[in-house]
């Protein structure tokens, strides 16, 4: 699994930077909209103090302030006409009431523009305190959600993602976990059936031999076979089912071992040309039997590469093998060298495999015929093996097929490998 580093706009939007700017939010906030109730509700009661001075006698006092305009009554004993040069006395006002070296306290005006300020940030911090809980309490609920899903295995489930901080990475990471987690389960389960299907397939390959071991030696022992010409042909029916069940455990050891890489390989120069001459010189006489006929190979430069010559030649046996059990009577195979990349082709011009069967031909014991049984010469196994010694050599396997048109398997060793003698 991969991580992307984090740009400068996801460390812009952390979640601690933006936690950071909602509590300055909130308090920047409280803090206006405090000064401004205090100031509405200032100039209210004020305006209500004027209203209720207005239709007093004339010889009041007016004070002109930054909040607006004050009026007092002028206490009856206070001398009318402005007030002396010196000021009021100490303690007292311009209007005769306390002043500041008087006794204080808060009028009511300002008593109850502090009470609505206060009342005002608190509903606005409960407010805004109620929108930040639920802006970081939502991304939290979809991770515990998506946790708790994960853990009862519901690998299906997708956590929301938006946004671009720690939440939404978290989001993604999880999220890539699961599809990582639900890939490997998934791969488990189709080894295990895989390997459910290969017991299966073993077991009905070595039935029929078995049958006739069982068959032939009860027939020895019951006297049925006591003719000559008989035992010889109830001993080679056994030798033949002994040989078939040795080249089946053979070739599942060597499955077994390919997928433990576990082959060694003795490598050396080799050319390919003689691989491709002695395939189609020790196939020759099988092929004319079943009517088929190898097209000429072109003597060319040697094509030389390291490689282990016994399995190369496991590979194209069994390739032309194939061709000559399954391309049809009349067909024609060409087995040639390529240069670049070097490599070795297996061709010809018979019935072909169905394309819904192509992509499965490699899997142990797939049969395109299921009504087919594998030859003598085939244990169902010979696909599987030639493209895991191909890329125990570094190199591939691919077949291409086309019903009616037949079938072209093309060997690839690595360019590195390659030389010229």
Do not use: C
């Amino acid at each position: 699994m991969r991580f992307a580093p984090k740009t400068e706009r996801a460390r812009r939007n952390s979640v601690r930077t933006r936690l950071t700017l909602a509590v300055l939010g909130v308090i920047m906030l409280s803090w206006l909209l405090g000064l401004v109730t205090f100031r509405f509700f200032l100039e209210q009661d004020i305006k209500r103090f004027n209203a209720d001075m207005e239709g007093r006698d004339r010889g009041r006092i007016s004070i002109v302030g930054p909040m607006g305009r004050l009026s007092f009554d002028r206490p009856p004993d206070a001398p009318a006409g402005p007030q002396p040069p010196g000021g009021p006395p100490p303690g007292q006002s311009s209007n005769g009431r306390p002043g500041p070296g008087g006794p204080k306290r808060l009028p009511r005006p300002f008593s109850e523009s502090m009470m609505a300020q206060a009342v005002a940030g608190v509903v606005l911090a409960l407010f805004a305190g109620w929108l930040l809980s639920r802006n970081f309490t939502r991304p939290l609920s979809a991770l515990a959600e998506g946790a708790r899903a994960f853990h009862n295995r519901q690998l299906s489930h997708r956590i929301p993602v938006s946004g671009n901080d720690e939440f939404s990475d978290l989001a993604v990471t999880m999220n890539e976990m699961a599809d990582e987690v639900g890939a490997q389960i998934q791969a488990l389960e189709d080894d295990a059936q895989r390997r459910r299907q290969v017991l299966a397939d073993v077991a009905h390959e070595l039935r029929s031999p078995v049958a006739t071991l069982e068959a032939m030696t009860a027939a020895l022992q019951d006297g049925l076979a006591e003719q000559p010409e008989r035992r010889a042909e109830a001993l080679a029916y056994m030798r033949d089912s002994t040989g078939r069940m040795k080249r089946l455990v053979n070739d599942l050891l060597e499955v077994a071992r390919l997928d433990l890489h576990e082959i060694p390989l003795s490598r050396s120069p080799v050319d390919l040309r003689d691989i491709v001459e002695d395939a189609v010189n020790s196939h020759r006489a099988a092929a004319e039997q079943a009517g088929l006929r190898f097209a000429p190979f072109a003597d060319d430069e040697a094509v030389m590469v390291e490689a282990d010559a016994l399995r190369l030649s496991q590979v194209v046996d069994n390739l032309v093998e194939n061709a000559i059990s399954y391309a049809g009577s009349g067909t024609e195979i060409r087995v040639s060298v390529t240069r670049e990349p070097p490599g070795i082709v297996v061709e010809d011009n018979g019935v072909g495999i169905p394309a819904q069967h192509l992509p499965f031909v490699f899997d142990p014991f797939y049969r395109a015929d299921q009504a087919r049984t594998p030859g003598e010469n085939h244990s169902g196994l010979g696909l599987r093996i030639a493209r895991g010694l191909m890329e125990a050599h570094g190199g591939t396997l691919e077949l291409e097929s086309a019903e009616g048109k037949g079938t072209r398997a093309v060997l690839t060793l690595p360019r590195g490998t390659a030389g010229d003698a």
